[in-house]
Structures are given as structure tokens and as C-alpha cells.
């Protein structure tokens, strides 16, 4: 048997055909960049996130960065967040033009410790950004307090998360601004570049849409210096289709992980994700950990089985953030998640007998 890592392409898949008419569409009316179908995915992905606005972006990671502009982040400003994500978010941070200040994860979720963040704030902090790893949404309810109370911002990173639920409520409607991306791969992905900010306020959504496009409320009319960042019809088109079945994707995500749950919790040495109560995760990816993580992924390898390693090198050990002065050792919760962690393959498609083979595998090679 053959289990991909991931399985993204609309050949053969139920909703292939509306994508394609949804595509031609597009293509077909002249409007490119922007416009009706940008306004209604926007529309739309506001609804679903129970966000009074969204602004469509063209990356995750420029979606991260206006978020940081729109919140107030500037020169000299701290930024807190985690060691433990993709790199965008603390590239976005730099590209803001602030400094990131990492603190510990929590050993179990790989989520942002708040009760470090308290521990790492000074007068130059600005803003904290939680990242919604994996499909997790972070520990919103002290981390908001906490910073309502030092009067900083919160820029939720849920380009893992959409659809999570924290309390009753979806990540992209908790904290003052937040971040998501459509890149492929995601749980909902574009086909090709994509993001999108959410907002609370009609003020910083405005402020996200002039930094979008070159800070221009009217053509030719600039009112700061802005980006090239804007999301294209066509990308708009696919995911307005594709956001119809993202709660039903969603579902069977949680099942899968479910499924994984019930196989692997008698094997010994093997650490599932934990699935605390007040939380509905989305499952981005399941990502278990173990010892000897290189081995077994070496052993699953030969059994035909993809895994993925999310993220073997936390940010303040990357050569691009050397400059920033940590050491191995900073942040221990994070390193051992990141020497111990494997993604193994997790999708709405995954059939339960795919399950069941990794689970034998895994235990096999263990
Ligand atoms: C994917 C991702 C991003 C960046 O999104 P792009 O669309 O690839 O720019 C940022 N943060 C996290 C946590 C991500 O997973």
C-alpha cells in the first residue's frame, strides 16, 4: 500500500468540476485582479469566521505582515511569538521592521507558553502573535487578558487553522487582527498563492486594504507607501467553491485524527496530539512524537509511507535569525519537539484502511 504525505490535486475529486466552471469563469470576464469575486470571497470567508471583515491577500505571508502594519508595528517594536512555526511568522515581524522575541512553547501542543509571554514583555513590546499550529487554536483567553491589560496587540497566525475553534469561537475573530493563508496545501488552499487578514474593526481592515495595493484608496491617489499584495479572481473563484465544503473537510480531518487516536494510544513511546476539551482543532496536521523520529520516518519510508517533519529546526536556530543572538538550549520545550516530532499523512481523503496500515507500520517499525 502507498500512503502520500498529501493529496492535492482535483483530478477525479467530487468538486473538480465546479472548480473548472468556477475557473472559466473567471477567466473569462476580463477581471484579474480584485473585483466581484475577491469582494464576495471576502464576504464570505468573514462570515465563516464570525470576523466583521476579511481582506483577500496574495500569501500568508503578506497577510501576516499588513497585519503587524495595520496593528501599529514599527521600527524598534518587540514583537513576541513562538520559536516553534514555519518561518513566515517571524519573517513578517522582520519585514515589519520590528525585532522578534521568542518564548517557549508548552511541551505537549508545541503552543505558545503565555505565561512566558508575560515573562517577555518590556516597554518596546507591541504586539504578541499566537501561532494555531497544526490546526490547534493557542491558549486565547489568558494570552487576550495579558494583553489587554499591557495594552498591546494580538495578531492571531491561523494559516493552519481555519475553521478552528477556541471556546465556541473560530480562530480569525479572537484576538485584534489575524492572519490566514491559501498556499496549496493548507485546509484551504488555493491553487497556487493565496491569504487573507480578518479583522474586527472596520478601521484596520481599511488599513489592510491600503497596504494591499500600493496605499491607494483611489486610483493613482496614495496614501502611504504599500505593497503589491492583492489576491487574484481566479484564486478567488476556487476558493469561494472550495469554502462550501470546508466544514465538511474539516469534520472528516477530526475523524481521521480520530481514527489515528484509537490506533496508536497502546503503543508505547508514542505521544498523540492532546485534544483538550474546550478547543476544536482542525488537524492541519497530526503530528505525534517519538524517539528516534529519523528512523522510523527511514522505516515508513520503505513500507511506502510519506511523512513530514513540522519543523525540524525551530526559528531561533536558523542561520537567517543568527543575528538575533539565542543559542541552542534557549528553548528546550521547543528543540525536543522539534528533534522528536513527525507529521504522518492526514487528509479529508484518507481512507480508514490507510489508517489502520501506518498504525501496524508504525508499530512495526517501533
Ligand atoms: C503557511 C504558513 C504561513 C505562510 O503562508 P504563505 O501563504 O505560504 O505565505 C505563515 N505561518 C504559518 C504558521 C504557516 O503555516
Known amino acids: 500500500m502507498r500512503v502520500p504525505f498529501a493529496d492535492l490535486g482535483l483530478r477525479g475529486k467530487p468538486i473538480e468540476p465546479e472548480i473548472m466552471g468556477a475557473v472559466a469563469e473567471a477567466l473569462a470576464s476580463g477581471t484579474y485582479i480584485g473585483g466581484p469575486e475577491v469582494e464576495a470571497f471576502e464576504r464570505e470567508f468573514a462570515t465563516f469566521c464570525g470576523a466583521a471583515e476579511a481582506v483577500g491577500v496574495d500569501s500568508g505571508t503578506h497577510a501576516l505582515t499588513f497585519a503587524l502594519l495595520a496593528a501599529g508595528v514599527r521600527p524598534g517594536d518587540e514583537v513576541i511569538t513562538t520559536p516553534f512555526s514555519f518561518i513566515a511568522t517571524a519573517e513578517a515581524i522582520s519585514h515589519a521592521g520590528a525585532t522578534p522575541v521568542f518564548v517557549d512553547v508548552?511541551?505537549?501542543?508545541?503552543?505558545?507558553?503565555?505565561?512566558?509571554?508575560?515573562?517577555?514583555?518590556?516597554?518596546?513590546?507591541?504586539?504578541?502573535?499566537?501561532?494555531?499550529?497544526?490546526?490547534?487554536?493557542?491558549?486565547?483567553?489568558?494570552?487576550?487578558?495579558?494583553?489587554?491589560?499591557?495594552?498591546?496587540?494580538?495578531i492571531e497566525d491561523a494559516c493552519q487553522a481555519h475553521g478552528a475553534e477556541y471556546r465556541g469561537r473560530r480562530v480569525g475573530s479572537l484576538g485584534d487582527i489575524a492572519a490566514f493563508s491559501f498556499y496549496p496545501s493548507k485546509n484551504l488552499g488555493a491553487c497556487g498563492e493565496g491569504g487573507a487578514v480578518t479583522a474586527g474593526s472596520p478601521a484596520l481592515a481599511r488599513s489592510v486594504r491600503l497596504l494591499r495595493d500600493h496605499g491607494q484608496s483611489k486610483r493613482y491617489h496614495h496614501e502611504i507607501v504599500g505593497y503589491n499584495g492583492r489576491l487574484d479572481a481566479i484564486q478567488a473563484a476556487i476558493l469561494r467553491v472550495k469554502l462550501r465544503s470546508l466544514d465538511e473537510w474539516n469534520s472528516q480531518r477530526r475523524k481521521n485524527a480520530l481514527l489515528y487516536n484509537q490506533a496508536l494510544s497502546e503503543i508505547p513511546g508514542v505521544f498523540l496530539p492532546p485534544h483538550p476539551l474546550h478547543v476544536l482543532p482542525v488537524y492541519h496536521l497530526y503530528v505525534i512524537q517519538v524517539e528516534n523520529r529519523d528512523r522510523l520516518r527511514e522505516r515508513l519510508a520503505a513500507r511506502g509511507i510519506e511523512t513530514g517533519l513540522h519543523y525540524p529546526v525551530p526559528i531561533h536556530l536558523q542561520p537567517a535569525y543568527r543575528s538575533l543572538g539565542y543559542r541552542a538550549g534557549n528553548f528546550p520545550a521547543a528543540e525536543r519537539f522539534a528533534s522528536r516530532c513527525i507529521s504522518l499523512p492526514l487528509y479529508p481523503e484518507l481512507m480508514e484502511s490507510q489508517i489502520c496500515y501506518v498504525a501496524d507500520r508504525l508499530e512495526a517499525a517501533l
Open 106 to 154: 508548552d511541551p505537549a501542543t508545541g503552543l505558545i507558553d503565555v505565561t512566558r509571554a508575560a515573562g517577555a514583555i518590556t516597554p518596546k513590546t507591541r504586539a504578541i502573535v499566537p501561532v494555531h499550529l497544526y490546526g490547534q487554536p493557542a491558549e486565547m483567553d489568558p494570552l487576550l487578558a495579558l494583553a489587554r491589560e499591557r495594552g498591546i496587540a494580538v
